[in-house]
């Protein structure tokens, strides 16, 4: 089982096939309601004591996904406090009712052909408005691997799930710090500006 945080308000935990409490699919597991609500607690407690991912007194909202690979993806986000004494946790409203985190996420590919690949799965799966789900999104070659910037993310789109879920078949997560990013703007080689996932799509 391995837990990314990818903010403040989004974990990933990508978890394989014997991983999976007393069940013989995601779908066994998501439609045995008990047994789903006391698995994803206990791998809640688990982020929290792992990586401090933590729900307490938040409602979350969860999405499950399986892998071509046969590993299974959660991403789980947290919305608002349940007692109401806090404000919503997501960032400020920029735009319609769009979201988003001004981090930085950083994806490492060890080869030009797999994010390529990633491109082209998106384009597949039909991931629509890529400009809408992230505003800045470089692509740099530096130490024999190509590093994916993410920054602005709308933690509002509807198939944030499924990127997160996708990105993981052809990348790693590296970092959410933006030391990494300042390595690759001074002594990486830019590849694609903004934005990159778009322009990746046009090699496919």
């Known amino acids: 089982m391995k837990f990314e945080k990818i903010n403040d308000n989004i974990l990933r935990i990508v978890l394989s096939f014997d991983e ?8 066994d597991l998501m439609s045995n ?3 789903a609500k006391s698995s994803f607690l206990h791998i809640l407690d688990k982020a929290g004591s792992m990586v401090g991912f933590d729900t307490t007194d938040y409602k979350v909202k969860i999405q499950a996904q399986s892998l071509h690979n046969g590993n299974f993806v959660i991403t789980i986000t947290k ?15 920029v735009h319609k009712d769009a979201q988003v985190s001004s981090n930085f996420i950083i994806y490492r590919f060890y080869c030009f052909d797999d994010f390529l690949s990633f491109c082209s799965c998106l384009k597949n799966n039909k991931f629509l408005y890529l400009n809408r789900f992230v505003k800045f999104c ?10 994916l910037v993410l920054s602005s993310i709308n933690e509002r789109h509807k198939q944030i799930g499924l990127f997160y879920s996708l990105i993981t078949e052809f990348s790693e997560f590296a970092t959410n710090k933006d030391l990494l990013y300042f390595t690759l703007k001074e002594h990486g080689e830019l590849v694609f500006d903004n934005n990159a996932l778009i322009t990746g799509q046009k090699f496919c």
């Open 138 to 147: 470089y692509l740099y070659d530096y130490s024999n691997s190509y590093f």
């Open 79 to 93: 919305l608002m406090e349940i007692n109401g004494k806090r404000k919503v946790v997501t960032p400020k409203r």
């Open 33 to 35: 309601t008990e047994l």
């Open 20 to 27: 999976l409490p007393d069940c013989n699919s995601l779908a």
